[in-house]
């Protein structure tokens, strides 16, 4: 069976080391937030300005004034702090935080990501912190569908989308498996229970390894 | 010396067409509302916004895009679920977009401020949104020029000032206001209170040196 996006969430929840400092991309990788284990004392960052979020409010407590880089009401945990956007992004761009997980469109065998645009020319191109997140994180990490709804591989020798970064990412978590970016090109970590390496191979568009 | 004003035209007089305007906020969060009512009614046309978003709905800075007054928008996501003024004029090629990456739109703002003539950043390099520009290698990585980017006025909401025009913000309405305060040629500052005795020092996030006029305003 392939993993739900809440499995996904948890298995890369493993991953986050203890007492990280961690940014969750808008879209997939905020359920990351639910799965972690609280005794990892890990801290969340917010591009918008804020270090330590919490859980959403209660319904009444909402704060206009407190929300996330999706626009949503947060709160924040013991220890927070607030900073202007020149600090927050010297903390991402500057390699102090440790992980960002990042939601994927296309990911190439040599890392590069693409997640901001699909090339579409009818609405407004919009781009965020994404590519600064990309640049400047420790470790980059994608969480995505394996492949599309037409069921196309997203992992791919070069991506056709537009770039957000070159040569970032460091491991991609699909429904189907685990894979680290090496030098030597992508390296299958682990599978989905129930499939294996031919499958995963014949549904990723560039050459996979296996120790 | 900072000017407090009485009204929110009083404190956006002088401003004409053709200015280049940075409005501060984070989605809905330290936006100058009051300063930007004042802006629609004041009439200036053919604006250049500089702002993260485009506005939401019916309200503030997408109100100026609705009644045509902008020009161009520079802004890293013009896309925020609402912002159909900006996304409707846009589509019908009636105002230009520069989009940068948030981070860049930050530091540009900054080099501005700090007169810097640009900076070398790692953002966006062999991207769509680094083509030509002029690029370097620095320790084997590759790194992008950006330009400063000033603006003759700078729109600003903050939670307190005093009366030497020192500011503190709250929560995450912070965001670009700090950095904008200090890169306009001229920087408004709308309150939600004044106080009557000086901030501690201590505590001070932007210094009243970059803050020209104050009025209060509590939308809240």
Redesign the interface.
């Known amino acids: 069976m392939p993993r739900t996006n809440e499995e996904i969430a948890a298995r890369i929840a493993e991953d986050i080391p203890t007492g990280a400092y961690i940014n969750l991309g808008i879209g997939l990788p905020v359920l990351i937030g639910d799965a972690l284990d609280p005794d990892k004392g890990v801290i969340l960052h917010s591009e918008n300005g804020v270090l330590g979020l919490g859980a959403a409010p209660a319904p009444g407590a909402e704060d206009p004034e407190l929300i996330n880089a999706a626009k949503g009401y947060v709160t924040v945990n013991r220890g927070a702090a607030f900073f202007d956007q020149c600090e927050s992004f010297a903390m991402m761009r500057g390699g102090h935080l440790d992980v960002t997980v990042l939601g994927g469109l296309q990911v190439s065998a040599s890392g590069d990501l693409a997640n901001w645009s699909t090339g579409e020319t009818h609405r407004p191109p919009a781009v965020g912190g994404a590519m600064d997140l990309a640049a400047g994180t420790k470790r980059v990490y994608v969480m995505m569908k394996h492949v599309t709804r037409e069921g196309a591989p997203k992992i791919v020798g070069g991506c056709t989308y537009p770039l957000t970064g070159v040569g970032v990412v460091t491991r991609i978590y699909t429904d189907l498996a685990t894979i680290d970016v090496t030098p030597a090109g992508l390296r299958l970590v682990d599978c989905a229970p129930g499939h294996g390496f031919e499958e995963i191979a014949r549904k990723t568009d560039a050459p996979l390894l296996i120790d | 010396m900072v000017l407090i004003c009485e009204a929110t035209s009083e404190a956006l007089a002088g401003i004409g067409d053709g200015a280049t305007i940075m409005v501060g906020g984070?989605?809905?969060?330290?936006v100058p509302f009051g300063l930007l009512d004042a802006l629609l009614e004041g009439g200036a046309r053919d604006l250049t916004i500089i702002s993260?978003n485009?506005g939401q709905e019916e309200n503030a800075l997408a109100l100026l895009f609705r009644e045509r007054r902008v020009a161009k928008l520079v802004a890293?996501?013009?896309?925020?679920s609402g912002s159909i003024w900006?996304?409707t004029r846009?589509?019908a090629g009636e105002v230009a977009?520069e989009?940068?990456?948030?981070?860049?739109?930050?530091?540009r703002i900054?080099a501005a401020a700090a007169g810097l003539g640009g900076f070398f950043?790692?953002?966006?390099?062999?991207?769509?949104?680094a083509e030509g520009k002029e690029t370097r290698m620095i320790d084997g990585r590759?790194y992008v020029l950006e330009d400063p980017l000033p603006a003759d006025v700078a729109l600003i909401r903050a939670e307190e000032a005093d009366a030497w025009g020192n500011l503190r913000?709250?929560?995450?309405?912070?965001?670009?206001?700090?950095?904008m305060a200090m890169a306009g040629r001229l920087t408004i500052v709308e309150i939600r209170r004044i106080l009557t005795e000086p901030i501690d020092p201590e505590t001070v996030?932007t210094p009243g040196i970059f803050v020209d006029r104050l009025v209060v305003h509590d939308h809240?």
């Open positions: 984070f989605g809905l969060a330290g993260n485009a890293s996501y013009p896309r925020t900006f996304e846009w589509q977009l989009l940068v990456p948030q981070g860049t739109l930050a530091e900054r950043t790692p953002t966006g390099y062999g991207t769509a949104l590759g913000y709250r929560a995450t309405a912070r965001n670009f206001n700090p950095v996030v809240r």
